[in-house]
């Protein structure tokens, strides 16, 4: 009993790593660093952390980990996959993982910004390019989402509002074909607000029409 009552001041490595949601081997470097020192627990001579402490360093985070828990995130019974273009950053890919969804694969022609995919997640498949030189249909079947955001600047009030005239325009088109290849069971892209009235809305119209044509049933948000 009172080894009980003296453990539950404590937490163990693995424990703390669980909590904070970090890699033991990260909890090892916080203690090298004085950031979250472990201690001896008196009676078994492990090295340990106080509880107290671990709360009172994170609290912020913790209490933020509570409330994530009585949201509406419900475990998938399956694993889902998805194929990320003009990926930019991983914005949209670390969104998509962190709702549970696995990256196959992350098509991004800037190459800064394939150096930040790689460092932030070495596990990522990064194919860098210009997606006009890749051919996707080995994912035929194999993902299930689709994302990206093709260039907005053809359609954005800021600039020329050239739309399909402008080259970074017609890169929709490319993400269209990617979903042809694919056969995703979703597709999901973002843009700009004036993609809607872009040309009295015949651009849109000619967006919706071609995936629609393609099979899909397709809605959007402002």
């Known amino acids: 009993m ?14 703390t790593a669980r909590l904070l ?10 203690d090298e660093e004085g950031k979250l020192s472990a201690v001896r627990e008196p009676i078994s001579n492990y090295r340990v952390y106080k509880k107290s402490e671990v709360e009172i360093l994170f609290a912020d985070f913790l209490n933020n980990d509570i409330q994530d828990e009585v949201s509406n995130y419900v475990q998938p ?12 950053g991983g ?7 962190k709702a549970g969804l696995k990256c196959v694969a992350l098509n991004e022609i800037d190459k800064h910004a394939c150096e930040t995919l790689r460092k932030n997640r070495p596990n ?5 390019g210009d997606i006009k030189n890749f051919d996707f249909s080995e994912y035929y079947n194999k993902v299930d989402v689709v994302t990206g955001g093709f260039p907005c ?6 600039g020329k509002r050239l739309g399909f ?6 890169l929709f088109y490319e993400f269209a074909r990617v979903v042809k290849e694919t056969q995703p069971k ?6 700009v607000r004036g993609l809607l009235n872009h040309d009295k809305g015949r651009t849109w119209h000619v967006i919706h029409d071609i995936f629609e044509e393609l099979g899909y049933d397709v809605k959007f948000r402002v």
């Open 2 to 15: 009172l080894y009980s009552l003296v453990m539950s001041e404590y937490l163990t490595i693995s424990e």
């Open 21 to 30: 949601n970090k890699s033991t081997k990260t909890l090892r470097r916080w």
């Open 77 to 88: 019974e399956n694993e889902y996959y998805v194929l990320e273009l003009f990926a930019g």
């Open 91 to 97: 914005g949209l890919a670390v969104g998509m993982e």
């Open 124 to 128: 990522w498949h990064v194919l860098e």
């Open 153 to 158: 600047q053809a359609f954005s009030y800021a």
């Open 165 to 170: 005239e402008d080259a970074r325009g017609t």
């Open 186 to 191: 979703v597709f999901l892209f973002e843009n």
